[in-house]
């Protein structure tokens, strides 16, 4: 049975930082491509950032870009986001997915990330 599970969310003022990290099982990331997304209050999905398993530099959403970091270790199937500078609009739940160019599509229960004064 294949599962992603997300942690490390959280509650932090704004300008602070946090890492959420996102554990695999039933699969193997080298098989998928793996990504985070988030869904703020009353929004649609949006992609955060798109992981290689082969190491190549991840892409990033414009907002992420300069304040996030992702990073994939695919020998322990784990993945994890580091956001730093928090903004309040990056209030959001954040999910890990695993997509493997066809038919397999999914994503984890997400980790709820709160950025307020």
């Known amino acids: 049975q294949v599962q992603l599970v997300e942690s490390g969310g959280g509650s932090v003022e704004p300008g602070g930082s946090l890492k959420i990290s996102c554990t695999g099982s039933?699969?193997?990331?080298?098989?998928?491509?793996m990504s985070w997304y988030r869904q703020p209050p009353g929004q649609n999905l949006e992609m955060v950032a798109v992981?290689?398993?082969?190491?190549?530099?991840?892409t990033y959403a414009g907002f992420a870009r300069g304040r996030f970091t992702a990073s994939i270790n695919v020998a322990h199937n784990m993945m994890y986001l580091q956001m730093n500078n928090l903004r309040p609009e990056d209030t959001a739940k954040y999910y890990c997915n695993a997509f493997d160019g066809t038919s397999s599509d999914f994503r984890g229960q997400g980790t709820q990330v709160t950025v307020s004064t």
């Open positions: 992981l290689s398993s082969a190491g190549g530099r991840p």
């Open positions: 039933g699969f193997s990331f080298r098989d998928y491509v």
